[in-house]
């Protein structure tokens, strides 16, 4: 954590991008195209006035501005299917098949949101995703908290002032990079005539197949991760295919 003082004020950068923090940067569409983005930065992240900031040292402040972009993920995160915040173990979703209706409709719904709206419930959906481990078998075979909204929204509220947003971004990257890839895979169910509930179990069984991929790759051989979801994706495909003709 780097603390500075301006006029005497003691402010503080700290040691990880938080969700609250990351918001709010990328909601300024044209924060890095600004000539005083750095005070503005310094300004979103410290909480430090932009007027003061302006009046300091010209070094400093580019220094302190640049320690703050070096919090901002520069890759695809590291997938994380657990982290401590707070001495509590989080853990994400150890089973797709579980997933319960409240659930899925909570999420479904933010992920049709538009792309600001999306941004301010980065937080909500962090904390649907993971909860509390109740019960551990082994590091990545767990059970984690039954879905509260109540609770849901106490654990929004402190991941969004207090987790890292590669956390989040981990499991968001490679989700819309998948989807970007696979799309064609996943337009069988609009072709098909199936019910909702038919579209809702294909589709959180895909996610459990990409889960199984993350835990299990170094099982595949030669194969790399991406080449072992393309081989499986067209595979469900195809045999969902023939199935639906046989109906």
Do not use: C
Request: hydrophobic share 45%.
């Amino acid at each position: 954590m780097i603390k500075f003082k301006i006029d005497d004020k003691g402010y503080e950068i700290p040691d990880v991008m938080t969700i609250g923090h990351y918001v709010k940067i990328y909601k300024i569409k044209n924060l890095f195209s600004d000539d005083y983005y750095a005070a503005k930065l310094l300004n979103l992240v410290t909480g430090a006035p932009v007027e003061d900031i302006l009046e300091t040292d010209y070094e400093q402040v580019t220094f302190l501005a640049e320690e703050v972009l070096k919090l901002v993920p520069q890759e695809v995160p590291k997938f994380k299917d657990r982290f401590v915040l707070d001495g509590v173990e989080y853990g994400f979703f150890p089973n797709w098949k579980d997933i319960s209706f409240a659930e899925y409709i909570d999420m479904d719904t933010i992920s049709t949101k538009k792309e600001d709206e999306l941004l301010d419930m980065l937080h909500i959906l962090a904390a649907i995703m993971y909860r509390p481990i109740v019960t551990e078998r082994a590091r990545h075979d767990f059970d984690i908290e039954k879905y509260d909204i109540k609770t849901m929204k106490i654990r929004a509220e402190l991941f969004k002032q207090k987790l890292d947003i590669s956390v989040v971004l981990s499991a968001q990257f490679f989700f819309i990079n998948f989807a970007r890839k696979y799309s064609a895979y996943f337009q069988l169910s609009s072709v098909m005539k199936l019910s909702i509930w038919t579209k809702i179990k294909i589709a959180w069984s895909m996610r459990k197949l990409i889960m199984n991929v993350l835990f299990k790759k170094s099982t595949v051989g030669s194969l790399s991760s991406i080449n072992w979801l393309e081989m499986i994706i067209q595979n469900t495909s195809t045999s969902t295919k023939k199935r639906w003709w046989k109906r």
